[in-house]
């Protein structure tokens, strides 16, 4: 009579297993996921926040920089009897920001929500330049 052990095997790839460590593999996230175009007068950013309500997005203009934020709560469910076997979707706060520039006002940039989907129009400004040559005195 022959007996067979079970024991789960696995199989050992060292150069495999170093090569999976969370350091050489990019976690990309499925947050905010964003596009930007560029037309002729405005760049247009759209984001994707599906499951967030217009009412828990925050956009901000601080030095020159746009944030975005958006927050989502778990729902919470009392019943005892179901748990989670597999939990993808994301609970908490998540932002984002972009540099717009120095000159533009809260006044100059137009967002719409719609279908989960987040459009921010932001119009192009000239940067002032200056042609006059200054001088720095050396001490």
Known sequence: MIYMMLVPRRNFDLFDDFFKDDFFT?????????????????????????GYSKENINLSLKDGYLTI??????????????????????YGECSRSFYVGDDLT????????????????????EEKKSDETKYIEIK
């Open 69 to 90: 934020s958006a927050n989502v709560e778990k729902e919470t469910n009392e019943n005892e009897e179901e748990k989670y076997v597999r939990q993808e979707r994301f």
């Open 106 to 125: 809260e006044e100059d940039i137009n967002a719409e929500f719609k279908n989960g989907i987040l459009k921010i129009t932001i119009p192009k400004k």
């Open 26 to 50: 990019k976690k990309e996230t499925n947050l905010m996921k964003t596009d930007i175009k560029e037309t002729k007068d405005n760049y247009l950013i759209e984001m994707d926040l599906p």
